[in-house]
């Protein structure tokens, strides 16, 4: 899926991250340990290993982390990405992942909206949102749309 950040609103970066339903926002480069266990034992895969490999997103509660969102992880080039990170104007989005136990209280579609402005700031139009899964979310809280559907290597 694509967002196009010109056209849609999105919390300005440079307002101090607030805290959303008493859970902090932080954004940092990389993971730490503790941030690496939460991403592997919650979503596994490869989800860690781009979120060290990236800028990250964070929502926490009492300073463990229960949600993040990964931008511009470079690192991991899957091969349906060549064409769009060959462009300069498209920056890449995801992971994006919150804990069972604090979804559908609007963190996963704030640490979204955080991340689409912060790849903003970092000067780029689009956002691409690699194999997405909930294409309804994507739609309704980030204005995405879907540009290429995979039919596998
Ligand atoms: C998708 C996800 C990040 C949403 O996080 P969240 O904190 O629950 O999101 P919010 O509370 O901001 O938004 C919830 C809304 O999104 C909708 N939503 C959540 N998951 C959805 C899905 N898979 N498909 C469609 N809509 C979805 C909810 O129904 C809810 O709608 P409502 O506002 O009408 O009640 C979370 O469900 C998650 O971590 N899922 C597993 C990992 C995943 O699929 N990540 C995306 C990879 S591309």
Same mark, same amino acid.
């Given at each position: 899926?694509?967002?196009d950040l010109a056209l849609t609103e999105f919390k300005d970066e440079a307002d101090p991250p607030k805290a959303h339903a008493g859970f902090a926002l932080e954004k940092r480069h990389g993971i730490s340990a503790n941030e690496r266990t939460f991403i592997d034992? =919650?979503?596994g895969g490869s989800w860690a290993a781009e979120a060290g490999a990236g800028w990250n997103w964070f929502a926490m509660a009492d300073?463990?982390? !229960?949600?993040f969102c990964t931008f511009e992880q470079r690192f991991h080039r899957w091969w349906w990405l060549t064409t769009w990170l060959a462009r300069s104007d498209v920056g890449v989005f995801g992971p994006l992942g919150v804990h069972q136990s604090v979804r559908g209280i609007g963190l996963g579609s704030v640490l979204a909206r @955080? =991340?689409?402005c912060s790849l903003r700031s970092l000067g780029f139009a689009y956002a691409i949102i690699p194999a997405v899964g909930p294409v309804e979310f994507y739609e309704r809280y980030c204005g995405a749309r879907v !540009?290429? @559907?995979l039919t596998g290597p």
């Open positions: 899926m694509l967002v034992s =919650t979503f300073g463990a982390p !229960v949600g @955080r =991340t689409l !540009v290429e @559907r």
